[in-house]
Structures are given as structure tokens and as C-alpha cells.
């Protein structure tokens, strides 16, 4: 058979592929094959029959980045991906596509189409709204992180699934371009904003206590297998509609921080309302806000319920240990928050949001905005407790 010996695809072989691997299309029907991966590692197929009426996604992982030759990445991260989202389609009904098929020697997997949905960064870049965004990704969050922890899980289950989702080399990626890099180009990959070259060097660079927060945020990252984490949280891993969000591309997950997810969504949104602020946009800056604020509110309170429902650990039950646990997975976020607002100024994995502010002026605050915030969350991360508490921070610094 053409698929016993892995190969990366062209377009026509992913048709064939999806023929041969599943009865998902009629025998005879026509398929075309498009490659719409718009990501820095993978390639994503969309194969649709010529009525239109029927499609598949197939993602395929590289033994390289997609970007970079020079990057060799295990394809195992395929296969995390591909058992993280049939989980999260467990955990969180209906915030997760579905799972055709995971293929361990094409390093493939097939799965749902979600193209009635669409990016939520690029939606967020058309300044739309999503009312009950808020609302599903806390109720995401906390059904996909509470249960893998020690709190609620069995823990020789937990160890053996530490193990298998180790993911060295893609937690490689996060601990140099999220908590290394951007404090000290040691690889000489930043790429600064001209305008504020000077500024970063001074506010990031030699900024000492900075610095210093964030190597033991790195440590933490490193060493606190809390849950297992989908390890890239931003908004372009959301799919939406007004009424849906579904979560893609947990390539990245790993037991780490509960915090590292969350802070990546508050970072994320944050960049939006900056975004929209600059286009002088206040409905859209209104909601962002308010959907901040919503996401640390319902997150805490869906924790807290989930917490009370289903704690498994007889320690974990003392009186007041919920509170200091969710105390340190805020603080978490907020440090968090603060390294990814760095990492996407300061780094070279940049976001549309704020690389496509074309006035120079508005480019010019809106990194610095970003950029302060972002050092009171990371120095002050334990002083961020509620939703409330980010935003007032927020518009301190705007
Ligand atoms: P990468 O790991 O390379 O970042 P992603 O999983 O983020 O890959 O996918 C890259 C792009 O492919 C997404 O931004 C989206 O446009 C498209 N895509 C990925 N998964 C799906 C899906 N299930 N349905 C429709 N489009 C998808
Ligand atoms: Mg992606
Ligand atoms: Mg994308
Ligand atoms: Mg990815």
C-alpha cells in the first residue's frame, strides 16, 4: 500500500490518503484538495467533494518546522495533539473537533472541518464580537484542567500521563522564545519595533527585577506538572461563530501551569482591545474589556464548583487549600499574561494585532502599553486575583 512508509504529502496524495483511509467520501465522488495551513510547524489540508457538501481537515506534521529546515521537531506531536483533542472532546463537550482518524506512521491525523467557524484573531482584527466567548472558554479551561490535576485525578494515572506527554522538544520552543529570549536576545532572534528599540532596551533588557521574575516563572513552567495544559492557548487556536467555540492545535500540551493557559487568553485578548483601541474602536474596546474581566470571573467560579464537585484528594479538602491553589494558578496567569505580552512584541513570533497597526504613532503606544502592563502582571502577579484586578491594572496603563 502507497501510506506503509511516512512521506510529506502533496495535495493529491492527501486525496488518495482520505480514499483509502476512511469512508468518509463516497467511492466516486470527485475531491479537491487545498493546503490552507497558515501555522509556523504544520501543514493543514482541506479535502472537500466537488458538490461541496462534504469536507475533512488532514493535519500533517513535518519531522521539520514548516518555516525552518534548521528546526527538527519530533512528529510525535501529532500524536499528542491528536489523543489531547479526542480528550478535550470528552472533557469539554463540544469545544473540540472531532477526530477521524490518528495515523502513527503518515504522522497524520483527520479530522473535522471547522471552516463555518472562523479564527477568532482574525475576527477579533475585523473588530467583531463574540457575546458567550467569555463564557465557553472558562467552562473550556476548567473541564480540561481540573480533572488532569492530582486535585481530581488518580495520581499514578497522572504520573504515566506525565510521562507520555513529556513533548520535550516543543516545550524547548516555549521555555527559549516565551521565558528566555525576549529578556536577553541571547539567540539574536528579537526583532524590535524601530521606534522602540531604545525603550525595549531600557524597560525590558536591564530591567534587573524583571528579569529576575521571569527566570522563576521559567522554573515554574519547567518543574510544576499541575494539568495537563494545551500549551498554546492563543486566539488563533480558537475557532469561532457567534454561538461556538472550539478549540484546535494542542500540539503543545504538556502537564505544566493551569496558569499558562489562562494568562495566554488574557494576553491574547488584551492584545485585541489594544488593537481595537488604536482604531478608536470603543464598542469593540467596551466588550473586550468586559470579556477579560468575564473570563477571570467565570473561570473562578466554574473552579471553584468543579473543585467542590469533584476533589478527589482527601488533603485537598482542608479548609482554605482551594483558595491558596486558585491563588497560585491567578498568579500563575497574570505572570504568564505578562511573559506571552512580551514574547509578541519583543520576540520573533509576532501577533497581527499588534504588527499591523499601521500609524506609527498608535504602533508606537500600543506596545508600550502592552509592555507595561505586561511588567505589572509579571512583577505584581500576586496582587491579580480578580477580573477586576486585571482590568483596573490595564487602564492604569492606558
Ligand atoms: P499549526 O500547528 O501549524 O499552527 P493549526 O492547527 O493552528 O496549525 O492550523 C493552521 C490553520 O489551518 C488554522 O489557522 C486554520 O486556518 C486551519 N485549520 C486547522 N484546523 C482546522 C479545522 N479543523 N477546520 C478548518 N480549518 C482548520
Ligand atoms: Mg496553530
Ligand atoms: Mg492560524
Ligand atoms: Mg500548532
Redesign the pocket.
Known sequence: AKFDEYFLMENEDVIHYVKEKTSFFNENSALLCDE???????Y?Y?VVDQAGDKSV?V?QAGDTA?ISDAIKLSTNRIKIESDILILHGKLAKGHA?EVYLYDNVMNCCI?????D?T?LREALLQFETFPKLADHISTFMVQTLLPTTDVVMDHQEKKVNVKEYMNPELCDISEELVYTEPFNDYNQRNELFEPNKEWIVTEIYRDDVLRLEAAKLKFEFMNHAQALIHGDLHT??L?VTKESTKV??P?FGFYGPIGYDVGNIIANLTFALIHGDAYGKEPFVDWAENTIMEVVDLFNKKFTAFWDEHVTDEMAKETGFKEWYLDRVLSDSAGVAGLEMIRRIVGLAKVKDITSIEMEAERIRAERICLTLAKRFIKDRDTFRTGKDFITALKEVM
Do not use: C
Open positions: 490552507i495551513g497558515d501555522g509556523n510547524l504544520n493543514v482541506r481537515i493535519k514548516r473537533p479530522m473535522e472541518d471547522l471552516s467557524h479564527i488563533g487556536s475557532f484546535i492545535d500540539e
